[in-house]
């Protein structure tokens, strides 16, 4: 792998956790930073895995979580996930990565709970991200994503591209139905 080359594990339903960290911790040792790992909030794990990632000196891309999971396994409840949304991000700003330009990402649409955090798009005051960027998918609240430049937030799209762009257009699609759109054409 490139030194260079920022590479981020996403996270998929509560089943895979375990064998997602696992593999985590591998590439962690081998590649450092710039490797990153998924953590979804709604999960109630999710403060000590953070711990965890974090002691390792690892990097982290904070998001709500996509799959459905039981009341066992994660916050069922709207108000309680972006509750936990709205708490991590404190304890990722206190602690930052040591090598330069590399931040902790909070992936997010959420433009409402990104103010609450300084890292909204309508603030007028320089931003507060300190250790902290934003990502956001391909398509979505793009009206948003000019205004994060230039409050000059840390800021990235990602897009779906490769081999296995289909299974991953599919997962979105479940999330949503709405990402329809991105198929059958965009305003
Ligand atoms: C960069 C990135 C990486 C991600 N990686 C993972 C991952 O590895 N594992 C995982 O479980 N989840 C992942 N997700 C998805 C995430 O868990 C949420 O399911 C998703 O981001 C929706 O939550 P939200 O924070 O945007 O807030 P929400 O409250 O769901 O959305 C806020 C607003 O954004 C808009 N919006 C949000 N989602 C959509 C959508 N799909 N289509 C159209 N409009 C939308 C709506 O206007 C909505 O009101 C990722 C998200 C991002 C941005």
């Not at 799959?67 to 304890?91: C, I, M």
């Not at 997010?108 to 300084?118: M, P, V």
């Not at 948003?144 to 997962?171: C, E, Q, T």
Request: hydrophobic letters at 45%; a positive charge; aromatic letters at 8%.
């Amino acid at each position: 792998m490139g030194a260079q080359v920022p590479l981020w594990l996403d996270m998929e339903d509560a089943t895979y956790v375990d064998r997602t960290l696992d593999l985590y911790r591998r590439l962690l040792l081998r590649a450092g930073p710039r490797v990153g790992i998924c953590l979804q909030a709604y999960l109630h794990r999710t403060p000590m895995d953070l711990e965890e990632v974090l002691a390792a000196a690892g990097r982290i891309r904070l998001v709500k979580g996509a799959y459905r999971a039981s009341a066992a396994h994660a916050l069922q409840d709207r108000a309680a996930v972006d509750g936990a949304f709205l708490v991590l991000p404190e304890r990722l700003a206190r602690e930052p990565l040591t090598e330069p330009g590399l931040r902790h990402v909070l992936g997010t649409h959420d433009l409402g709970l990104l103010e609450r955090l300084g890292l909204g798009p309508a603030g007028n005051s320089p931003p507060e991200s300190g250790p902290l960027s934003v990502q956001m998918l391909y398509g979505i609240q793009e009206d948003a994503w000019d205004a994060l430049v230039r409050r000059d937030i840390p800021f990235r799209v990602l897009i779906s591209y490769g081999a296995h762009w289909y299974p991953w257009f599919m997962r979105r699609l479940a999330e949503r139905t709405s990402n329809l759109r991105f198929v059958l054409g965009r305003k």
